[in-house]
């Protein structure tokens, strides 16, 4: 089956740290742009890092910058999305994609949860 797989998440306390990994499935992630997205209780979804095919350029929302590393092993099929200095703001359901614009995200995965609380 032909999938993305977001695993990582859990229950953190401000200042911590996680790391996410998204696994392709299925298909093979080099040819692809990949976009780590969240989406807080009540909230809309938004982008939050995108890396590129070739793994040179990278993107962040700026309420992550200087904090979250987004990084990718394609021999793995996997993009990481590094977390550090989390803070009660970073709690949402996290998610990834095979673009970095949010409307071009086809089908979307189950996410994983990230809870940042003491």
């Known amino acids: 089956q032909v999938q993305l797989v977001e695993s990582g998440g859990g229950l953190v306390q401000p200042g911590g740290s996680l790391r996410l990994s998204c696994q392709a499935h299925?298909?093979?992630?080099?040819?692809?742009?990949v976009g780590w997205f969240r989406q807080a209780p009540g909230k809309e979804r938004e982008g939050v890092s995108c890396?590129?095919?070739?793994?040179?350029?990278?993107h962040y929302a700026d309420s992550v910058k200087g904090r979250f590393t987004i990084s990718r092993d394609d021999a793995k099929r996997t993009v990481y999305l590094q977390m550090n200095s989390l803070q009660p703001e970073d709690t949402a359901v996290y998610y990834c994609?095979?673009?970095?614009?949010?409307?071009?995200?086809?089908?979307w995965g189950q996410g994983t949860p990230v809870t940042v609380s003491s």
């Open positions: 994609g095979t673009n970095c614009e949010i409307s071009r995200i086809l089908a």
């Open positions: 299925g298909f093979t992630l080099k040819f692809d742009n």
């Open positions: 890396i590129s095919r070739d793994g040179g350029t990278t």
